[in-house]
């Protein structure tokens, strides 16, 4: 019951700061992109006051040995760059930079979003379902190589 409240909650904070800082309008990230046309770069400012509380965060969590509720910690992510890192940042980026969403602004915008938001979360959906056949496939071929 805690874990959910606190996943409710971190949500809820999570969707307030996407409206907060507009990264639900889809112009305002592509004007974020667009560097040589009509750049935008309030979203530096979105993005330095994420990073900034969660470098914090991330120095507070590497010294604890369980989580607030009691689990256990996660290992610490890879630092290593591989082909899933790069085929997925790629990925990734065609996407926001195509349609101005990523996989929190597309949950937000389900309720303005129309057709186009639905459509986008559909198609982001199904590239969920299929990537975890494909990566099997990369590194099947990674390790042959």
């Known amino acids: 019951m805690q874990r959910n ?3 409710f909650l971190s949500g809820a904070l999570f969707g307030a700061g996407l409206l ?3 990264m639900v309008d889809t112009t305002k990230v592509q004007g974020w992109l667009d560097v040589f046309g009509d750049w935008d ?3 530096a400012f979105v993005l330095g006051g994420a990073i900034l509380p969660m470098a914090v965060a991330w120095r507070i969590a590497a010294r604890r040995r369980t989580a607030l509720l009691g689990d ?3 290992a610490p992510p890879t630092t290593q760059i591989g082909p899933n890192l790069v085929i997925g940042s790629v990925l990734f980026g065609m996407g926001w930079g195509l349609a101005g969403l990523c996989p929190g602004p597309a949950m937000a915008s389900l309720s303005f979003g129309g057709w186009g938001g639905m459509l986008f979360l559909a198609a982001m959906m199904a590239g969920m379902y299929v990537a975890p056949p494909i990566r099997q496939q990369i590194d099947r071929r990674t390790a042959q190589a």
Do not use: K, R, Y
């Open 72 to 74: 256990t910690m996660p």
């Open 20 to 22: 907060v800082s507009g």
């Open 41 to 43: 770069p309030t979203l």
């Open 5 to 7: 409240i606190f996943a």
